[in-house]
């Protein structure tokens, strides 16, 4: 059975979540696939002025509004997402990703590798690099600067995953080449984003 993926690229507007959220939804509804990936920090937008405005912006997975509405959009549209959102989990701030699914059904991974400032900001992530069977792929999450390190997508691939999601907000120039590397050695998909 064939899966149609894809990745939706928009300009988040800072600490506006209800906004990015609803362009994400107009953007959502125009396509037709099965599995779609969103930006890192698609929800909030990623440059934080504080380690208090993240705590502000971040929200709990699955309780939090974003991933509620994460949920309504993938149930109306039939759809995977997977979305790079701030999560606030125990007594941490982590970047992260979250996939939901139609049947309300979701997985969290947090970003193993903090690039730059991001670490004044955000714990480094403690969720194993896992694969989900999602329709009839299997499926690998990383966030962005992750793609630096090659065992990160070597352990998804050895894991089994088919495809490999990025929520990313890549602004090394060379860093989309290195994902093409990745997929060509692991012999797996990746979706990434195209432009910076």
């Given at each position: 059975m064939g899966m149609r993926v894809g990745y939706i690229q928009f300009s988040p507007v800072f600490g506006e979540k209800g906004r990015n959220l609803e362009r994400v939804s107009e953007l959502v509804e125009g396509a037709e696939a099965d599995l779609l990936v969103l930006p890192e920090l698609f929800s909030t937008g990623y440059v934080?002025?504080?380690?208090?405005?993240?705590?502000?912006?971040?929200?709990?997975?699955?309780?939090?509004?974003?991933?509620?509405?994460?949920?309504?959009?993938?149930?109306?549209?039939?759809?995977?997402?997977?979305?790079?959102?701030?999560?606030?989990?125990?007594?941490?701030?982590?970047?992260?990703?979250?996939?939901?699914?139609?049947?309300?059904?979701?997985?969290?991974?947090?970003?193993?590798?903090?690039?730059?400032?991001?670490?004044?900001?955000?714990?480094?992530?403690?969720?194993?690099?896992?694969v989900y069977s999602i329709g009839g792929a299997r499926v690998g999450i990383i966030i962005c600067f992750?793609?630096?390190?090659?065992?990160?997508?070597?352990?998804?691939?050895?894991?089994?995953a088919q495809i490999i999601c990025q929520p990313s907000n890549l602004i090394l120039p060379y860093c989309q080449d290195a994902m093409v590397t990745r997929a060509i050695e692991n012999r797996v998909f990746v979706l990434s984003l195209i432009h910076i």
């Open positions: 934080f002025a504080s380690k208090h405005e993240l705590s502000r912006l971040s929200e709990p997975i699955p309780d939090g509004p974003t991933t509620r509405r994460l949920f309504e959009i993938s149930a109306q549209k039939r759809v995977h997402l997977v979305a790079g959102i701030p999560e606030r989990g125990g007594d941490g701030l982590y970047n992260s990703a979250v996939l939901v699914s139609p049947d309300r059904s979701f997985k969290v991974y947090r970003k193993a590798h903090l690039f730059r400032e991001e670490k004044s900001y955000f714990r480094p992530g403690d969720t194993p690099f896992e992750d793609w630096i390190f090659p065992e990160a997508v070597r352990v998804l691939s050895l894991k089994g």
